[in-house]
């Protein structure tokens, strides 16, 4: 059997952006969609979460497994870490705006807990156009668009605040329907769901496969193959890659040493998990802080003396 492999992305066709960074993007769907023949093939974002607002046209959505036909109105949000491909028609119109998840979700947990479904749920909402709500949902896009373009002081900030708010109409849309709208029904969709939330919540345990296979209800085996048929890696990959994701964010964000990091990621030896980052990402933790922070001052990459852990 040929392993299939799906891209992964920071917006389709671009490199990968770190996922340990805080940004966003905003952009109209015929921008991208249209170059590529109005067909993006299945890929993932691994840090970043999607809104697309359809107001005009139609398209063909797969999420994960699961796969829709909608027309507009409509809103798809598509969290980190689902593999996705969309079919537009041709007269396609409306707004997609990308951001980095994890301040997303820190944001929402402090101010609204009950966004942080709405934010992790591949999601297909159809819109009624007469909704007091969906009346809010373009003019946010736009301030989106306009923070995005115009570049200022705070603009981060400013940014993540739209797009909460954002979030806070996606859920009063959700509310107003009278349904939780988690659009992924297939079996096998949730069982990646209950995956991916026991992997979130346990990865600083030193989690195992057999761990989350057995209070998954299945084998191993079963686990393996099915996030290979969902989403084109295996199960150990998506335990590795969160605590990678973690392990860098703390890297640049904070001033803890490797060691602390390795205790606080469930490694009894700061350098096992010296080596098992540098199997991830091709450099050990020093190498990727000190490249990281070098970029960020608008420095070359050159050698930086860190503190002793």
Not at 29 to 44: A, D, K, L, Y
Not at 71 to 79: D, F, G, N, Y
Not at 228 to 234: N, T
Request: charged share 20%; with cysteine; proline share 6%.
């Amino acid at each position: 059997m040929v392993r299939r492999s799906i891209p992964h992305y920071d917006l389709y066709g671009d490199q990968a952006v770190p996922g340990w960074s805080n940004s966003f993007n905003f952009e109209w769907i015929p921008e991208r969609s249209g170059p590529n023949n109005w067909e993006i093939q299945p890929h993932v974002h691994d840090a970043f979460v999607q809104l697309l607002y359809l107001t005009q046209g139609t398209v063909q959505v797969q999420l994960d497994s699961a796969r829709h036909f909608v027309r507009a109105p409509c809103l798809l949000v598509v969290p980190a870490r689902t593999v996705h491909g969309l079919h537009f028609s041709p007269d396609v119109q409306g707004a997609v705006v990308t951001a980095t998840q994890k301040p997303l979700e820190s944001l929402a947990s402090v101010l609204m807990s009950e966004l942080l479904p709405v934010i992790r749920t591949p999601t297909v909402l159809p819109i009624e156009e007469s909704s007091r709500h969906a009346d809010a949902l373009m003019p946010l896009f736009l301030a989106v668009e306009r923070e995005y373009r115009h570049p200022a002081s705070g603009q981060v900030a400013a940014g993540m605040s739209l797009l909460t708010a954002l979030l806070v109409q996606v859920a009063r849309i959700q509310d107003s329907l009278q349904t939780a709208t988690p659009s992924i029904t297939s079996r096998k969709s949730a069982q990646i769901e209950r995956f991916r939330a026991l992997v979130d919540a346990r990865f600083r345990t030193r989690l195992t496969v057999d761990a989350c296979a057995s209070e998954l209800g299945v084998t191993a085996g079963q686990l393996t193959r099915l996030c290979r048929e969902v989403l084109g890696i295996s199960s150990l990959d998506v335990i590795n890659a969160r605590i990678v994701h973690e392990a860098q964010r703390d890297l640049v964000y904070t001033s803890t040493t490797v060691k602390q990091l390795a205790a606080a990621l469930g490694f009894d030896d700061e350098a096992y998990f010296s080596r098992f980052f540098r199997k991830q990402t091709g450099q050990t933790p020093r190498e990727f802080r000190a490249s990281v922070l070098a970029q960020m001052s608008g420095t070359a990459a050159a050698p930086v003396v860190l503190p002793s852990s």
